[in-house]
């Protein structure tokens, strides 16, 4: 399987789909919605209505791209927080016309540059916790790739969250921890060993439901898999008595090893 920092770089290579992959490959009628209505459209977030088989969902992605010109469009997957702010917009429009929500994350972290500090980042990505804890709609967010920090939490407060096999999940990136712990962002391997950031690891604490393997990645069998998971796991989701508790206590036992209870 590879060390931690092994997997952190399999999740960063360009060539593992992204978002947009998904979207084409599971869901049919994409329609994509754009902007936050109050200031302006964040490429490196796209969302829309589309169809799982015969039903309406919202889905949103957070998108990296594959080649350098796309990934410079897309800020590299690090959303402003306009792109937080129309993911909200489009997880409220969904609960208000009782659509299923699918987010697929791929993000080293929401973009910490000066202007997207001035437009409330930190507000954005809070207010996407607050809302997406309270969603009246069933909700799963798999993770493709890097789930790093606060950008990634906030499309990932859901009934149901997923991991690829080597996929990561961390509050920092190996190279940020190394470079506050040690003042040296070489020690990234030690630092992603103890960030414990891989599937195994979010699996033993609570924080995701289901390791998705990846043998057969971007092949039609493998997207048609995921497609069937997704049918199954919203229809039982839509029969819940208690969406909310239920999420609630979700997140309540993350970290209590060893029960389910």
Same mark, same amino acid.
């Given at each position: 399987?590879?060390?931690?920092?092994?997997?952190?770089?399999?999740?960063?290579?360009?060539?593992?789909?992204?978002? #947009?992959?998904?979207?084409?490959?599971?869901?049919?009628?994409?329609?994509?919605?754009?902007?936050?209505?109050?200031?302006?459209?964040?490429?490196?977030?796209?969302?829309?209505?589309?169809?799982?088989?015969?039903?309406?969902?919202?889905?949103?992605?957070?998108?990296?791209?594959?080649?350098?010109?796309?990934?410079?469009?897309?800020?590299?997957?690090?959303?402003?927080?306009?792109?937080?702010?129309?993911?909200?917009?489009?997880?409220?429009?969904?609960?208000?016309?009782?659509?299923?929500?699918?987010?697929?994350?791929?993000?080293?972290?929401?973009?910490?540059?000066?202007?997207?500090?001035?437009?409330? &980042?930190? #507000?954005?990505?809070?207010?996407?916790?607050?809302?997406?804890?309270?969603?009246?709609?069933?909700?799963?967010?798999?993770?493709?790739?890097?789930?790093?920090?606060?950008?990634?939490?906030?499309?990932?407060?859901?009934?149901?969250?997923?991991?690829? &096999?080597?996929?990561?999940?961390?509050?920092?990136?190996?190279?940020?921890?190394?470079?506050?712990?040690?003042?040296?962002?070489?020690?990234?391997?030690?630092?992603?060993?103890?960030?414990?950031?891989?599937?195994?690891?979010?699996?033993?604490?609570?924080?995701?439901?289901?390791?998705?393997?990846?043998?057969?990645?971007?092949?039609?069998?493998?997207?048609?898999?995921?497609?069937?998971?997704?049918?199954?796991?919203?229809?039982?989701?839509?029969?819940?008595?208690?969406?909310?508790?239920?999420?609630?206590?979700?997140?309540?036992?993350?970290?209590?090893?060893?029960?389910?209870?």
């Amino acid at each position: 399987m590879g060390t931690p920092y092994e997997r952190v770089k399999l999740a960063r290579d360009n060539k593992r789909p992204t978002g #947009q992959d998904y979207i084409r490959n599971i869901f049919s009628g994409f329609l994509e919605l754009h902007g936050d209505r109050k200031y302006a459209d964040d490429k490196a977030i796209i969302g829309g209505i589309a169809y799982l088989n015969d039903t309406p969902i919202t889905v949103i992605a957070i998108e990296k791209g594959h080649s350098a010109a796309e990934r410079m469009e897309r800020n590299f997957g690090a959303p402003h927080p306009e792109g937080y702010r129309k993911a909200l917009r489009l997880m409220k429009q969904a609960e208000k016309f009782g659509r299923p929500i699918v987010c697929f994350v791929d993000t080293s972290g929401a973009y910490c540059g000066i202007g997207a500090e001035e437009r409330g &980042q930190g #507000q954005a990505i809070a207010e996407n916790l607050m809302e997406m804890s309270t969603l009246g709609v069933p909700v799963i967010s798999v993770l493709i790739g890097e789930g790093g920090s606060g950008g990634a939490l906030a499309l990932a407060v859901a009934d149901r969250v997923w991991m690829l &096999q080597n996929a990561v999940y961390s509050v920092i990136s190996p190279e940020g921890c190394a470079s506050i712990l040690w003042k040296d962002a070489a020690q990234a391997d030690v630092a992603a060993e103890s960030l414990k950031l891989t599937v195994e690891d979010a699996e033993k604490l609570g924080v995701i439901e289901r390791i998705l393997p990846e043998d057969d990645i971007g092949e039609k069998v493998y997207y048609d898999r995921i497609r069937t998971l997704f049918t199954d796991e919203i229809a039982e989701l839509s029969h819940t008595p208690d969406l909310i508790e239920a999420r609630y206590r979700r997140f309540r036992r993350i970290g209590t090893i060893g029960t389910n209870s």
